[in-house]
């Protein structure tokens, strides 16, 4: 098995190949260089990476397992199995490299992380982790995605994190991260801002993915041990691409095991706007301090982007799968929205796992896959649950899956 943290990539200026990189004012370029120095000695201290794997283990239930999907396998005509990510404490992968990230953070003497969050996912395991570990936790977030996911704003608080409204402008992710971002740069000495996936500034994208990369590892030998064989296919959903890089980096070397990223598509990849596409239509250039490919408008600015998984619409992709997708070691594909819920039902009712709508990105993909006769087996990254979704599914989704009596909740006769 290989080493969490021995990759060959990136480069000491973080770039894989020309992404990546660091695009920063110079005061913040001096933190992002005592992170990648602290970082750098904490991939190399048993201590630390005792510590994590002590957490890893008893906090998040790691190993999660892998599940042979045999009545979906059977009904589709090809050979699938599910990494169980969805069973990792908080419902998802992103707690793996919260928890990294915490722990770099105590072991800097810094006292808060700091983060922007979305849909309330990357807030909420970062606020898990900042209360495990004992760090302040702020997490900003814009005013209509509070009114929208009211859930995770509870439990960020519940947690002991603040929620920092953003108001200006859409008041949705995009203002939450300059906000989060401005917050940073006003004190980078007692807090450090705690990404949520593979993007942004060196040394992001390599810590994040090591700390993800402990998906692939398990599933690696795991998948040996089930079938005395790699796995032909691997497919991941891409938001920013942690969840995915986390699986992928184990296989990277195993040319035989075809790659897929998953990209949602949203309502149209015609439109801009309405998708999220960012690898399969965007156009290498630099936003949020790193060079990748990303969906601009015709100002240069991020374009605003849609999935029906909000954990998916980002405007870029982390710089690895960039270079990834270049010298065709991994291949792009696309879901969308209306694919993932046709796969979210799917999975629930085939084999009585309610994935997360961003997750069932990547279930549709197989599925197509599928129907195109591709070989052998394919191993899912399951990303996430879908208790998150419910509530949203069953009202815009209901009446097409035969469940809309749900949507008039009961009232108790009087
Ligand atoms: C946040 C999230 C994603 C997308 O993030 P990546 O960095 O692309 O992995 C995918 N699945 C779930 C369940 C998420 O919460």
Redesign the pocket.
Same mark, same amino acid.
């Given at each position: 098995m290989k080493n969490t943290f021995e990759h060959a990539l990136p480069d000491a200026q973080g770039f894989f190949g020309e992404y990546g990189g660091s695009f920063i004012p110079s005061e913040l370029q001096l933190v992002m260089d005592e992170i990648t120095q602290a970082y750098d000695e904490c991939r190399r201290d048993p201590e630390f990476q005792a510590e994590l794997a002590r957490l890893y283990k008893h906090f998040v239930g790691r190993p999660s397992p892998i599940f042979h999907a045999e009545n979906l396998s059977r009904k589709h005509g090809v050979d699938i199995y599910l990494k169980r990510e969805d069973l990792n404490h908080t419902g %998802?992968?992103?707690i793996n490299h919260c928890l990294g990230e915490a722990l770099l953070a105590k072991k800097l003497g810094k006292k808060k992380v700091i983060a922007e969050t979305g849909a309330g996912?990357?807030g909420v395991a970062l606020a898990t982790a900042a209360a495990l570990v004992g760090l302040e936790c702020d997490i900003y977030m814009g005013e209509v995605d509070i009114a929208k996911e009211h859930p995770n704003v509870v439990r960020m608080r519940i947690l002991g994190a603040n929620v920092i409204p953003v108001t200006h402008g859409r008041k949705t992710l995009k203002e939450a991260v300059d906000a989060a971002f401005e917050a940073y740069l006003a004190d980078p000495i007692t807090q450090i801002y705690a990404i949520g $996936?593979?993007v942004g500034p060196h040394p992001f994208p390599m810590m994040v993915r090591d700390f993800q990369s402990i998906i692939g590892n398990e599933a690696r030998v795991q998948f040996q041990e089930m079938t005395g064989k790699l796995p032909d296919n691997l497919v991941a959903?891409? &938001? &920013? &691409? $942690?969840? %995915?890089m986390g699986l992928f980096s184990a296989f990277l070397d195993d040319t035989d095991v075809a790659i897929h990223g998953v990209e949602p598509a949203g309502r149209s990849l015609e439109q801009e706007g309405e998708h999220a596409a960012s690898i399969t239509l965007g156009e290498p250039g630099v936003m949020h301090g790193f060079k990748s490919y990303m969906l601009k408008d015709a100002q240069g600015e991020p374009q605003e982007v849609y999935s029906v998984a909000s954990?998916?619409d980002y405007p870029a992709v982390g710089p690895q799968h960039s270079y990834l997708k270049d010298i065709g070691r991994v291949k792009y594909g696309t879901a969308d929205d209306n694919e993932a819920i046709a796969a979210f039902f799917e999975l629930s009712r085939q084999e009585g796992i309610i994935p997360?709508i961003? $997750?069932s990105h990547a279930v549709a993909y197989a599925l197509k896959l599928a129907q195109q006769g591709v070989k052998g087996s394919i191993l899912i990254n399951l990303?996430?649950r879908g208790d998150k979704d419910i509530d949203f599914v069953v009202e815009n989704y209901g009446a097409q899956y035969g469940i809309s009596e749900l949507v008039r909740r009961y009232t108790l006769p009087t």
């Open positions: %998802a992968h992103k996912q990357h $996936s593979v959903c891409v &938001g &920013g &691409g $942690s969840n %995915a954990g998916l997360a961003e $997750s990303s996430g």
